[in-house]
Nanobody, 121 residues
Framework: QVQLVESGGGSVQPGGSLRLSCVVS????????MGWFRQAPGKEREGVAA??????STYYADSVKGRFVISNSKNTVYLQMNSLKPEDTAAYYC????????????????WGQGTQVIVSA
């Protein structure tokens, strides 16, 4: 059974940085795509960034382009978040999929439990 475990969330002031990590285990075939999503209270879950497991191609939501960077190493995917804003406050979820790659929720089959990010002065 594929499992994803996120870590690295926390509280930070506006303009600060955080690095999220997600360890993926239990797969027999390397995920075609790894992604990060977020969900703020009262809002739908939205795609933030994704990375193709083989080519390394990356995809970003417009709201985070130039501030967030997704990367991977072996069975771990990272999300470096810089210049954080209060509107980045949300629960962040890691996801894995084998059907395509992008920041579209329907492309992902397995999800982590989430890690909370709070950006506040």
């Amino acid at each position: 059974q594929v499992q994803l475990v996120e870590s690295g969330g926390g509280s930070v002031q506006p303009g600060g940085s955080l690095r999220l990590s997600c360890v993926v285990s239990g797969y027999s075939v390397i995920p075609y795509c790894m992604g990060w999503f977020r969900q703020a209270p009262g809002k739908e879950r939205e795609g933030v960034a994704a990375i193709h497991g083989r080519s390394g191609s990356t995809y970003y939501a417009d709201s985070v382009k130039g501030r967030f960077v997704i990367s991977n190493s072996k069975n771990t995917v990272y999300l470096q978040m810089n210049s954080l804003k209060p509107e980045d406050t949300a629960a962040y979820y890691c996801a894995a999929g084998w059907r395509g790659c992008g920041v579209t929720r329907g492309l992902f089959d397995y999800w982590g439990q989430g890690t909370q990010v709070i950006v506040s002065a």
